[in-house]
């Protein structure tokens, strides 16, 4: 294989005979049965190909995410197609663009939910709320395009990273440690109503109630991209640092606004998609110099000998600039193909086993994110992030200034539903 994923499963997996009849609600009968190699299925797998489903977005408000996490998975897939693919069958990817609406996305999950047999990627909050009762019902191994902690409720979820509130939680942690901000000290908060601007809110509100410091709540709609508003709010009210769970076109106008308010010296701290490589070439970089990004994924361009393959297959397959989000496609990848190959070994590719396994597995993704444990029900699978700051002149416009590590506070801190 391309690349080697190592991958621990723990505890006994037993197939479970009362879901391999099941029915989805795409509408296919989803009887078991047993194909070459005498392997087990119902959806998605023939004797030559496993298809998968991407459900991401092109032509919203985080299309260029969506399009870097796209890539990476046909980076992924190519390698790994080439290596013989998994169990003797080749990796097929159907993709379909939401939006990032969730009323477009249902319909769409709907006619592709009986013709595969994992989601590789369902981008975004809303999104993924709007379908977990038929993730559910389907028995449909997942890997969600976002880190709200809400997501963590049901079986064969497979977040890759920490959630937004353990990265804002780091994030604040690594300004104390630098002198940035301090005990006591007041905070703005711009986030995104819905689950993912609440569950940075959320970290926020815990490491500030760690530490004495207050948090200024700014909620704002996916859509809105004036943040002038919001930010003199923020200065009526004197804060000393401001934390985004925003979009990259929202961050781009608040730190442009903070610098005409006089607030640009302030740090400006951000969740994972609130960074677009796009920013680079824009007026907004001047007021950027201050702003820092806690992430669970590498950075493109990160010195890590992975990411460096995964780059330069981006860049002579890809016309479209660097964005780290390449390098969590790829990853996305890794971690279902950990699942699959358990199954072929179990010689059960049924999605009711895959869905068991998927809480077992334990999978290193050799430095594009920590390592990453799926056995703890309700628990982010790591809780270390990268800190980055904004570099024009680095591939992405992103450099790395603290590697994977989590704060003492992510590590005490308990996700809504941890059990």
Request: with cysteine; charged share 20%; glycine share 10%.
């Amino acid at each position: 294989m391309g690349t080697k994923v190592r991958v621990l499963v723990t505890g006994m997996v037993a197939c479970s005979l009362a879901f391999a009849g099941c029915s989805t609600k795409g509408g296919n009968s989803g009887e078991a049965k047993t194909g070459s190699g005498g392997l087990k299925t119902d959806f998605g797998i023939t004797d030559d190909t496993i298809t998968l489903g991407n459900l991401t977005d092109t032509s919203g408000v985080f299309k260029d995410i969506g399009l870097a996490i796209s890539a990476g998975h046909e980076i992924w897939a190519k390698e790994l197609n080439a290596a013989g693919g998994i169990c003797g069958r080749q990796i097929k990817i159907e993709t379909k663009d939401t939006g990032y609406a969730a009323d477009k996305a249902v319909p769409l999950y709907a006619a592709m939910s009986g013709k595969v047999a994992a989601m590789i990627q369902i981008i975004g909050s809303p999104v993924v709320a709007a379908l977990k009762d038929s993730l559910v019902s389907d028995k449909m191994v997942t890997i969600p395009a976002t880190q709200a902690a809400t997501n963590l409720d049901i079986p064969g979820m497979m977040m890759v990273g920490p959630t937004y509130d353990v990265e804002i939680i780091n994030g604040l942690s690594y300004l104390q440690k630098q002198g940035l901000i301090k005990d006591g000290q007041k905070f703005g908060h711009i986030y995104i109503e819905g689950e993912y601007g609440t569950s940075g809110f959320n970290g926020s509100s815990y490491y500030a109630k760690k530490h004495n410091q207050t948090i200024v709540p700014v909620k704002i709609g996916s859509g809105d991209n004036d943040m002038s508003a919001a930010v003199t709010q923020l200065k009526s009210q004197n804060v000393d640092a401001v934390i985004m769970t925003s979009t990259g076109n929202q961050l781009s106008s608040a730190a442009t606004q903070m610098a005409a308010q006089g607030m640009g010296a302030l740090p400006l701290l951000g969740s994972n998609p609130t960074w677009s490589p796009k920013l680079v070439n824009t007026p907004a970089v001047p007021a950027l110099g201050n702003y820092y990004r806690s992430v669970g994924i590498a950075p493109y361009g990160a010195d890590v000998p992975l990411v460096t393959k995964i780059n330069a297959a981006y860049e002579a397959d890809f016309t479209e600039p660097p964005e780290d989000h390449v390098n969590t496609g790829y990853a996305f990848g890794l971690v279902l193909q950990a699942v699959l190959e358990q199954g072929c070994k179990d010689k059960d590719m049924t999605r009711a086993h895959l869905v068991d396994l998927s809480t077992k597995v334990k999978v290193d993704t050799e430095g594009i994110t920590a390592p990453l444990d799926y056995s703890k029900s309700g628990k982010p699978s790591t809780t270390s992030t990268y800190i980055e700051m904004m570099d024009p002149a680095a591939p992405g416009g992103m450099k790395v200034v603290a590697d994977l590590a989590a704060a003492p506070e992510a590590k005490d801190y308990k996700s809504p539903l941890q059990k």
